[in-house]
């Protein structure tokens, strides 16, 4: 995508086709680093500690994983031996988001997602005749967590390219913010007309029609439909289904975890630091800052994700169309699984 005019990627090759290069998306919106990867520890700790985060980000940094483990592997006397223990080392470093196994295990697109996506909010268009649809996300599902496009944000990146008038909820994503900060980022650089709200805010915003749809991506769904995405998307699929607002999960065939069958139950939720929730981090006077918000000595517990059960979702928007979340319609529409 482009930054600044110029074309970007949060992953890529060194020139010397060793050194990983990373955005490091903890210092966005405020800062703009890159950080070095060379080692398999190294790639760990940016997928651990969130240099790179968003599945599908994760799963291509892992497979990068495993090229750095077979090249500081070479000269192992077990070689294979070395790599695969590496696999496991890197399959560990984030437990609810599927594509890492998957990058790890093997490589992925987002543009059709985007051409099958765009359809759904052109209809909305046309059904307001013209007028702006306005579209809810959570989190960031957008080309920083993928490569390329994004998941979530694919169709809204290719229907306003078609001249739709849209405008866009960024729920702020707390605890780390990866609306407010990453999201809004990325829609501004792109020009889409977005405003940033509060985790709280949607539940009123649908109340009074001001929501048309709401499109979130995915860290893992259950062929049977159950979708695990960033804390909260459990909430706005709630509140979307008592306003009859569609509410859409957009998400490569990677994503589908294809053994699962009850994602309440059998999807690992990740916890994460107190921390994340007891500081906030942002920009004060030109410096990023880190500020304690709760009582010192309060407690306080991170769940990284939830599931939304497949009831809630109107439908997958997947890279061969979109269908129903139903075990029946997912695999209509990848019937080789
Ligand atoms: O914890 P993160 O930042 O890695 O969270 C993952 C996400 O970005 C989301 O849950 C996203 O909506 C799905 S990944 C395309």
């Not at 706005?236 to 569609?246: I, S």
């Not at 929730?277 to 880190?290: S, T």
């Amino acid at each position: 995508m482009i930054v600044d005019g110029k074309q970007i990627r949060p992953i890529w090759l060194d020139a010397d086709q060793t050194t990983v290069k990373v955005i490091d998306q903890r210092q966005l919106p405020h800062r703009f680093e890159v950080a070095d990867l060379t080692t398999v520890d190294a790639v760990i700790h940016a997928i651990k500690e969130m240099f790179v985060r968003g599945a599908p980000l994760i799963g291509v940094t892992g497979a990068y994983g495993v090229m750095t483990a077979a090249i500081n592997g070479e000269t192992a006397s077990d070689n294979l031996g070395f790599i695969r223990q590496e696999c496991e080392r890197l399959k560990a470093a984030r437990p609810t988001a599927v594509n890492l196994v998957w990058g790890v295990d093997r490589a992925e697109n987002c543009r059709r997602i985007g051409i099958h996506g765009a359809g759904l909010i052109e209809a909305i268009s046309r059904r307001k005749n013209g007028g702006t649809v306005n579209v809810l996300t959570h989190c960031n599902a957008g080309w920083l967590a993928c490569i390329e496009y994004g998941t979530a944000t694919a169709p809204i990146y290719e229907a306003f390219n078609r001249g739709v008038d849209l405008h866009v909820w960024v729920d702020e994503t707390r605890p780390l913010n990866q609306g407010s900060r990453l999201t809004a980022w990325e829609l501004g650089k792109h020009g889409v007309p977005h405003t940033v709200i509060t985790d709280n805010a949607g539940g009123h915003l649908m109340q009074h029609g001001r929501v048309d749809m709401v499109i979130v991506g995915t860290d893992r769904s259950t062929h049977t439909g159950d979708v695990a995405n960033k804390i909260g998307t459990y909430l706005k699929a709630l509140a979307a289904r008592d306003n009859n607002v569609p509410f859409y999960v957009a998400l490569p065939s990677s994503t589908f975890d294809w053994n699962m069958t009850d994602g309440v139950k059998e999807i690992p939720i990740e916890e994460r630091s107190p921390d994340e929730v007891r500081y906030v981090q942002g920009l004060a006077d030109g410096r990023i800052a880190r500020v304690l918000v709760p009582p010192e000595s309060s407690p306080a517990a991170d769940f990284a994700f939830d599931v939304t059960p497949a009831r809630l979702v109107t439908g997958f928007i997947t890279e061969r169309g979109v269908c129903g979340a139903s075990e029946a319609e997912v695999h209509g529409l990848f019937p080789e699984r």
